[in-house]
């Protein structure tokens, strides 16, 4: 039997600054008793939380729309179907979507995808085998393009795209150095990870210390940069950068809260000759299906291993996102839902 | 009878900050007797100043080794054969190569290019015909890949490379939109040269109006940039940029004298998803041809103009230079050897 409600979190308001408790707002839904044609009603299990959220709920013009006030937040799920009313669909079927922060969600049944749950863990679907391994993968190989024996330096190294980045450098023969925060997270990094060397940015007071610990941890140069954080973490990489260097930005989460981030060697990007693409993997499907088929075999043949932060229930999951803008999860930020 | 003696510019000392005079010695040398094998001799007519040159004169780390201490100040130089021993030139070619500021040189007869001073005058081989004009076309073509209906635009827009990028564009359809500073700049860009708008950065005190008037100038927003200049400039265009921006960096000249040039709207290149790339036109000699014959082309129909800002004399090139990197040209800045 079908519950006859179920929990939800909505945006209340939009942050001032940083984001806070009240932004969010837990409500109790009524369950849909009756589905259109090609509907399908899930059962979450999994809820990812991801930076670009954040994005999301400013009024900011970005590369989407803000989320609504009072809508569900945005956000991929993955779960079991409890009903369906889409011939693909069978109650008791694993299947990922975008249904937001929320114990159940109604989708037509071409937005859901339909995944195997028994060699890779539901959760896996989420972040590996999802939209951050999806985007490790498209900048590693088609805008980095990287080769064996060149330098990758990726910031945010510990987190669910970092993580995946470096390891696929590390098969293609490259020298990986991660950037992290906290000396926790580079002992992972390079210790269960395999990177060659992580440098933790919070161990140095001004932007010249931190350049000087990269310089070490990168004798070469950098050949490769994929970017997730911006701010100074992006300038000491910038100082550091290789003739025809090529740089796959992808986050700078450093100034999400609006904080302003001048970049002071921008001139590294004319003097280096570097090639630097912003990109946001949604918009490239085309590559999708390859990559998920590569992620999936490297999970099921343990050459790649990820690590997952997971919150517990839906209220939970407010002060997991605050986290993971701080800095606080390793790896792939998830919530569980009861 | 070739004169026993001529003169030539030395780089006397580094810059610290702007340049200077005493950064500059003439000198009086010997005009060499004896050619070797292969060797030509060539007097002058024309001497190139060039942005690029400003760096050489530093010690910073860059893509090019920088000019030594008492050597002949780098560039190029258009002028008349007046001995050789080298097969395919004689006395009387007109020739371009990289003599420097200096009245005379000697060359291997290929590091000389000879050249058709009939149809097109032999200073515009320094110019629309020659380094700048290639820039722009491979800017326009091989990194921005303008096209009909394209929002396009550059700074240093009357400058020997941007009145070519912006003309080329507007034959291949783009509405273009200069930046420049001055009225008479503004004006020239607009009368004479037919972009569509023009911004006089001097005329705005503060970012804000600066980006106000550039968003009057660009309603469509920004497609393709060729930049130039950096700085504020390059902050006000990055604000503007649609989403899949391209951006041609072609130079920071704002930053020259070694200011700090924080960008602030850097995270524009993510949001927008942009690519960005720096380069620099000698690493790409297999486009010189096409874009030579092309340009050569356009200039013999009349199809693209060009304007010069012609010094007299040798002992004159220290302050044209400085005056180039002021803003005090129109156009491709050259000195006039007698």
């Known amino acids: ?87 693909d669909f069978n109650p008791g079927d694993s299947v990922t979507g975008m249904l937001g922060w929320s114990e159940m969600g109604v989708a037509p049944g071409e937005q859901l995808r339909k995944v195997d749950a028994r060699q890779i863990p539901l959760s896996a679907y989420l972040g590996i085998v999802g939209m951050p391994g999806v985007t490790a993968w498209y900048g590693v190989n088609q805008i980095l393009q990287a080769k064996a024996g060149q330098t990758l330096v990726v910031s945010a190294a ?10 696929l450098a590390r098969l293609l023969g490259c020298r990986v150095v991660g950037i992290a925060g906290g ?74 809260n609006g904080q302003p981030q001048p970049l002071k060697n921008t001139n590294r990007l004319l003097t280096m000759r570097v090639m630097l693409q912003g990109f946001i993997v949604t918009e490239h499907p085309d590559i999708w299906p390859q990559a998920l088929s590569e992620l999936a075999a490297l999970v099921a043949g343990k050459q790649v291993i990820y690590h997952e932060t997971i919150a517990d229930g839906l209220a939970a999951a407010p002060a997991a996102f605050m986290g993971l803008l701080s800095g606080q999860n390793l790896g792939k930020q998830l919530v569980k839902l009861n």
Chains 1, 2 share one sequence.
């Open 1 to 87: 039997m079908i519950q006859a409600t179920y929990q939800r979190i909505v945006l209340a308001s939009r942050p001032r600054g940083s984001v806070t408790a009240d932004n969010f707002r837990l409500e109790t839904v009524s369950t849909p008793t009756l589905l259109e044609p090609q509907q399908v009603l899930v059962r979450n299990q999994f809820l990812s939380l991801d930076p670009y959220m954040r994005g999301r709920m400013s009024l900011v013009k970005s590369y989407a729309q803000p989320q609504e006030l009072n809508d569900t937040m945005i956000g991929a799920t993955a779960g079991v179907v409890v009903q369906s009313s889409h011939a």
């Open 183 to 256: 000396e926790q997270k580079c002992r992972y990094v390079v210790e269960q990870l395999g990177f060659d060397a992580c440098v933790d940015y919070k161990k140095y007071a001004t932007p010249e210390e931190l350049l000087a610990a990269l310089t070490a941890a990168t004798p070469a140069g950098i050949d490769l940069l994929f970017e997730n954080v911006g701010g100074n973490v992006l300038d000491a990489s910038l100082a550091q950068l290789n003739a025809f260097a090529r740089i796959a930005l992808c986050g700078m989460i450093s100034g999400y």
């Open 158 to 167: 510990s987190g669910a795209v970092g993580s995946v980045v470096g390891q």
